[in-house]
């Protein structure tokens, strides 16, 4: 297995660090909506082929937040958890789920997820933590969009999981017209409405922090797309973004 390098994440980090903002931190929350990260573990037992033998030692390590709170660290690869501690030090580390370092942030009612700390870094608190989990996240979709832009997957392994029954969410607009509420869209090449889904709550919020978010499903979005007059669909329009038409999605 290759090492952890979260990339993603770690530009993302960057860029918070650089110029913090409120902005920023969701663009760092929305990149922990897949792939993964690495908990800090050394000074624990060595584990085993088959995992943890009875009785081993596990020692996750932890910090505070601004606020003197406590707060869990993640990384996105090893030479982060190397830098904070002596040249040399034989570190340890454990590979989870980016998500799963988010919900065992919350079960373990920490206030702060600080990523990287040893800097640049970004402080999640348990409130945005607790916002990007209680909503659907359909992370085989966000993965699929970041493979294609990559060059990795074609745009059939897209369609295809846009065909398969999962979570997918849209952004509603409740304050261009008083009173009345529109789903969040845009204009295709050939000038039909796009509608605009997104694979996370995180997603929703990072395009427009003003929007609503509504939790769905694939069949149920693309049926709206079918019989609402779209010409197609957007997916995650921050980017890496998928545009598929009409006729893609009847194919």
Not at 30 to 59: I, K, N, V, W, Y
Not at 114 to 125: E, Q, R, W
Not at 157 to 163: E, I, K, P, Q, S
């Amino acid at each position: 297995m290759d090492p952890v390098d979260n990339t993603v994440v770690r530009k993302a980090v960057a860029a918070f660090a650089a110029q913090p903002s409120q902005q920023g931190a969701l663009e760092v929350l929305r990149s922990c909506m897949f792939g993964t990260l690495l908990l800090d573990t050394t000074g624990s037992d060595m584990p085993t082929a088959t995992g943890f033998a009875a009785g081993s030692r596990l020692q996750i390590r932890r910090g505070t937040g601004p606020d003197g709170r406590a707060a869990l660290l993640a990384f996105t690869r090893n030479e982060e958890i190397a830098r904070l501690y002596p040249t040399g030090t034989a570190t340890l580390s454990m590979v989870n789920p980016s998500t799963g370092v988010l919900e065992f942030a919350k079960s373990q009612q920490s206030a702060w997820l600080y990523i990287d700390p040893a800097g640049p870094t970004c402080a999640l608190s348990a409130s945005e933590i607790d916002f990007a989990l209680r909503n659907p996240n359909n992370e085989p979709l966000k993965s699929a969009t970041v493979d294609l832009a990559a060059g990795r997957i074609d745009r059939r392994a897209v369609l295809d999981l846009l065909n398969q029954e999962g979570p997918l969410l849209l952004g509603v607009d409740e304050t261009s017209e008083p009173g009345k509420m529109r789903f969040r869209a845009t204009a295709m090449p050939d000038g039909s409405p796009g509608l605009f889904a997104f694979t996370s709550a995180p997603e929703v919020v990072a395009y427009n922090p003003a929007d609503a978010v509504m939790a769905s499903t694939t069949s149920k979005v693309l049926e709206i797309v079918r019989n609402d007059g779209y010409g197609g669909l957007v997916v995650n329009p921050s980017g890496p973004f998928v545009a598929v038409t009409l006729a893609e999605l009847n194919a």
